[in-house]
T-cell receptor, first 110, second 115 residues
Framework: SQQGEEDPQALSIQEGENATMNCSYKTSINNLQWYRQNSGRGLVHLILIRSNEREKHSGRLRVTLDTSKKSSSLLITASRAADTASYFCAYNFGNEKLTFGTGTRLTIIP | EAGVAQSPRYKIIEKRQSVAFWCNPISGHATLYWYQQILGQGPKLLIQFQNNGVVDDSQLPKDRFSAERLKGVDSTLKIQPAKLEDSAVYLC?????????????FGPGTRLLVL
């Protein structure tokens, strides 16, 4: 399967702490994206990083990409209760078709 | 700007019955996707349309699943007959042509339970 792997599968932290989740994939990619899914809802695009980029920021989000290790990480700083959700990495390698990872379930404890 | 619309939101059927899902993408989005998301997993692409033509349906179980996109706008996904393992959330997404086409916009999904 080409599906990416994410770890940890689940993560619980106190509000205000930082959360880090990782994604590994198996092929060469054009870009890698991170999506958030709140319980029972569709996915929301968070950030996209291209294969020639190493780091990208958006608000409290920081994404890194290491193409030599075929891995990416998403850091959420100063977490809030509203960040409780599942987070998925997704990547493509030639067209607009996305392959999603297995997801990390993040719980922020108030 | 209105988002991707899907209906119904929930559906419960018995195995061997038929079911259909409807999706209306964001206006102007040429590309439309249907995904299947089984509980605890990431979404899996079933079919991708570019306007009203199929770009990729390699993971669509064609013996029971069918999809169409009439006039390059709305789309329907049908399952006939349904099996227990079809219980999942069916997500529709769309993307715009040109710059930014890599980003997909998702609807709320249809949660299907097959008994």
């Amino acid at each position: 399967s080409q599906q990416g792997e994410e770890d940890p599968q689940a993560l619980s932290i106190q509000e205000g702490e930082n959360a880090t989740m990782n994604c590994s994939y198996k092929t060469s990619i054009n870009n890698l994206q991170w999506y958030r899914q709140n319980s029972g809802r569709g996915l929301v695009h968070l950030i996209l990083i291209r294969s020639n980029e190493r780091e990208k920021h958006s608000g409290r989000l920081r994404v890194t990409l290491d193409t030599s290790k075929k891995s990416s990480s998403l850091l959420i700083t100063a977490s809030r209760a509203a960040d409780t959700a599942s987070y998925f990495c997704a990547y493509n390698f030639g067209n607009e078709k996305l392959t999603f990872g297995t997801g990390t379930r993040l719980t922020i404890i108030p | 700007e209105a988002g991707v619309a899907q209906s119904p939101r929930y559906k419960i059927i018995e195995k061997r019955q038929s079911v259909a899902f409807w999706c209306n993408p964001i206006s102007g989005h040429a590309t439309l996707y249907w995904y299947q998301q089984i509980l605890g997993q990431g979404p899996k692409l079933l079919i991708q349309f570019q306007n009203n033509g199929v770009v990729d349906d390699s993971q669509l179980p064609k013996d029971r699943f069918s999809a169409e996109r009439l006039k390059g706008v709305d789309s329907t996904l049908k399952i006939q007959p349904a099996k227990l393992e079809d219980s999942a959330v069916y997500l529709c997404a769309s993307s715009s042509p040109g710059q930014g086409r890599e980003t997909q916009y998702f609807g709320p999904g249809t949660r299907l339970l097959v008994l």
